[in-house]
């Protein structure tokens, strides 16, 4: 069974940085593609950063130039480093494994941005 958990959430002040991760168990994380998701209090969940299986990223206008996605495929985790956060980016964020083996969501994991 797959499972995704991801971890690094918690409380930033505005301007800071903060990474998290994404790991994967089983052995599907290098045939996935992944996405990091988020979604704050009353709206709906949005995709905020994607990487395919070949390493290409791309990410919503919000948080361009902001945060960076990656991947170890060695170590079935992946990552967003978040940098410059602003008080909007508080939400809870998942992380998606897709592609041929199936579709799969962590749990979440929250990010507050508040001084």
């Known amino acids: 069974q797959v499972q995704l958990v991801e971890s690094g959430g918690g409380l930033v002040q505005p301007g800071g940085s903060q990474r998290l991760s994404c790991a994967a168990s089983?052995?599907?994380?290098?045939?996935?593609?992944m996405d990091w998701y988020r979604q704050a209090p009353g709206k709906q969940r949005e995709l905020v950063a994607r990487?395919?299986?070949?390493?290409?990223?791309n990410y919503a206008d919000s948080v361009k130039d902001r945060f960076t996605i990656s991947r170890d495929n060695a170590k079935n985790t992946g990552y967003l480093q978040m940098n410059s956060l602003k008080p909007e980016d508080t939400a809870v964020y998942y992380c998606?494994?897709?592609?041929?083996?199936?579709?799969?969501w962590g749990q979440g994991t929250q990010v507050t941005v508040s001084s």
């Open positions: 998606r494994l897709w592609g041929g083996p199936g579709d799969y």
């Open positions: 089983g052995n599907i994380f290098s045939l996935s593609a």
């Open positions: 990487i395919t299986l070949f390493g290409r990223s």
